[in-house]
């Protein structure tokens, strides 16, 4: 709370001081190296002005920190948009794959039913409504991914920075994730069981996250 209230002080200096010479540079008086100086560090506030708000925690640590930390968030930034493009570029790919498997079980089902209801012989007619069933099934299962896929695309900067979990659609894989997780909420922070507890729910969402994959195509 400090550090925000802080920051938010030293950003309305700084606003302060930009309109200050702003005023200053309109006096056609001025010596030229002391309006050099003036647009040098008029320029300087505007551009550390956005890096403050959005990167900068400490606005009372050093100079030197405040660099690194901007570096750091921005490189992470970088690396999410990397990131949220190539999961993008999958998921819109997938989700046309998931559409047209759609398109060809739907018709499938279709004829299935036509056959079905053409036929007067019981032995074909139970063979039938077993494919019927299977292709339903499989209808239902493409339906399930779809949406999931909808799901990530619409998330999916948020995936990438971590604020989001990728949506899934295994019911066991949810539950050995969930159960996981509550290793992980048990155990406190800094000790040696909740970062193994942690590394495990890592791995784990990993896995899943292969698997909803490789069941979409991907």
């Known amino acids: 709370m400090y550090q925000t209230l802080n920051k ?22 001025l010596d030229s190296k002391l309006r050099e100086g003036l647009q040098a560090e008029s320029q300087e506030i505007y551009r550390l ?12 640590a050093p100079d030197e920190y405040q660099a690194k930390e901007v570096v750091a968030a921005q490189k992470k930034e970088h690396e999410a948009r990397e990131k949220t493009s190539r999961l993008l570029m999958s998921l819109i790919k997938k989700r046309e794959q998931i559409l047209s498997d759609l398109s060809t079980s739907k018709a499938r089902e279709v004829e299935l039913r036509k056959t079905l209801n053409s036929t ?3 032995i074909a007619k139970a063979e039938l409504q077993i494919q019927l069933g299977e292709q339903e099934v499989k209808i239902a299962r493409l339906q399930q991914v779809g949406k999931a896929l909808d799901f990530n695309q619409a998330n999916a900067q948020k995936i990438a920075l971590g604020i989001e979990k990728l949506r899934i659609v295994d019911t066991e894989a949810l539950t050995d994730i969930a159960m996981r997780q509550r290793a992980v909420d048990s155990a406190s922070a800094g000790t040696a069981a909740h970062d193994l507890a942690l590394e495990a729910l890592k791995a784990e969402e990993a896995k899943a996250e292969k698997a909803f994959f490789d069941e979409a195509g991907m």
């Open 49 to 60: 002005i956005p890096l403050i708000e959005k990167y900068v925690t400490d606005v009372t």
């Open 8 to 29: 938010q002080r030293h950003i309305n200096d700084m606003r302060v001081r930009y309109q200050e010479i702003q005023r200053l540079l309109e006096d056609g008086r």
């Open 120 to 122: 007067n012989d019981p």
